[in-house]
């Protein structure tokens, strides 16, 4: 949907998904929920200001280390 509503946008989802996929890949499968909360938590700071894309992840790090760290 977001595809069709947002055609300019195609390269920036594409690249996201393949972000995700990634996250997904590196983690065990346990982890996945931390998979699943990062990708909200990324999707809820771009929705909430026009600063950020979602292919902008050095802005994400912050969230990164929260959902991934070891004490995260």
Do not use: M, W
Not at 4 to 14: C, S, T
């Amino acid at each position: 949907a977001l595809k069709f509503a947002f055609p300019f946008r195609q390269a920036e989802f594409d690249a996201y998904a393949e972000h995700i996929n990634e996250q997904f890949d590196q983690q065990l499968e346990s982890c996945h929920g931390r998979v699943l909360r990062y990708d909200k938590s990324v999707r809820f700071r771009v929705g909430n200001t026009c600063r950020y894309e979602l292919c902008d992840f050095e802005c994400f790090r912050d969230i990164y280390s929260s959902h991934f760290s070891t004490g995260g």
